[in-house]
């Protein structure tokens, strides 16, 4: 079974920082570029940064730009995004998804053109 599943969330004070892991099963990320996705209530679903796999290149929504860091562990076929500073803001269920190409960013939106599998999804909340 192909299969995304992530962790990591939780409740944080703002300020505080927070390590989402997203691993695959039933495939390898070796050559898949992997996004972090969120989606707050009554809010589209957002891109907040992608890593591709082809050329390591990695992007970052503007929103988190400076505060959040996305990584891969080949090894552990598990790609990391570490939080730090996290704001009220931030808070959602952040989903991350895989795809056989590559990230793209349009109009400053960051995001994988055809997604293939998506993670059920992880909740952060960060309170003031």
């Known amino acids: 079974e192909v299969q995304l599943v992530e962790s990591g969330g939780g409740l944080v004070q703002a300020g505080g920082s927070l390590r989402l892991s997203c691993a695959a099963s039933?495939?390898?990320?070796?050559?898949?570029?992997i996004g972090w996705f969120r989606q707050a209530p009554g809010k589209e679903r957002e891109g907040v940064s992608c890593?591709?796999?082809?050329?390591?290149?990695?992007y970052y929504a503007g929103s988190v730009k400076g505060r959040f860091t996305i990584s891969r562990d080949a090894a552990k076929n598990t790609v990391y995004l570490q939080m730090n500073s996290l704001k009220p803001d931030d808070t959602a269920v952040y989903y991350c998804?895989?795809?056989?190409?590559?990230?793209?960013?349009?109009?400053?939106?960051?995001?994988?053109?055809?997604?293939?599998?998506w993670g059920q999804g992880t909740l952060v909340t960060v309170s003031s």
């Open positions: 998804a895989a795809e056989r190409g590559r990230c793209t960013v349009v109009r400053g939106i960051v995001g994988l053109r055809y997604p293939e599998v």
């Open positions: 039933g495939f390898t990320f070796d050559d898949y570029a």
């Open positions: 890593i591709n796999s082809s050329d390591g290149m990695t």
